[in-house]
């Protein structure tokens, strides 16, 4: 096993690891958590740090991969919803016309960045920003 061991290689997927959990600290607390004004449970008036504490707990929880058993998969939304990581998610499968949009845009997606050699991208109103 030691043979085929490659420290470059490790080093790119401990790169990647962290390039997730930043992007997630980053983006959580600007577009999910923007209008989050009040906790759930207590009623108390959220603040940024609490948004951005808040983020970098669900970034860990997602990228515990001896948690998950997975790499490249996808996790249920069940499990995102539950009492593991408690997030609050639209299900956009719930609306027949808004499920048609989001797969179509997924399959064109998944299409065109592949074709252009981009295998994991995020796609805002800013652009396109490749993450692998």
């Given amino acids: ?25 980053e983006w959580l607390p600007k577009y999910k958590f923007k209008d989050w004004l009040n906790t ?29 058993h997975s790499h490249g998969r996808g996790i249920p939304m ?12 639209d299900d956009f499968g719930a609306d027949a016309d808004l499920n048609s949009l989001v797969r179509n845009y997924h399959g064109l997606a998944v299409d065109y960045f592949g074709k252009a050699g981009m295998n994991a991208y995020v796609h805002t109103q800013l652009g396109v920003r490749r993450i692998a």
């Fill in 40 to 68: 759930n449970t207590k009623g108390t008036t959220v603040d940024n740090d609490m948004k951005k504490d808040r983020a970098k707990e669900i970034a860990e929880t997602l990228g515990n991969a001896s948690k998950w």
């Fill in 78 to 89: 069940s499990r995102l919803v539950g009492d593991e990581v408690k997030l609050v998610i």
């Fill in 1 to 25: 096993m030691s043979k085929n061991f490659d420290p470059a290689q490790m080093f790119q997927i401990e790169q990647a690891i962290q390039h997730g959990i930043t992007l997630i600290t």
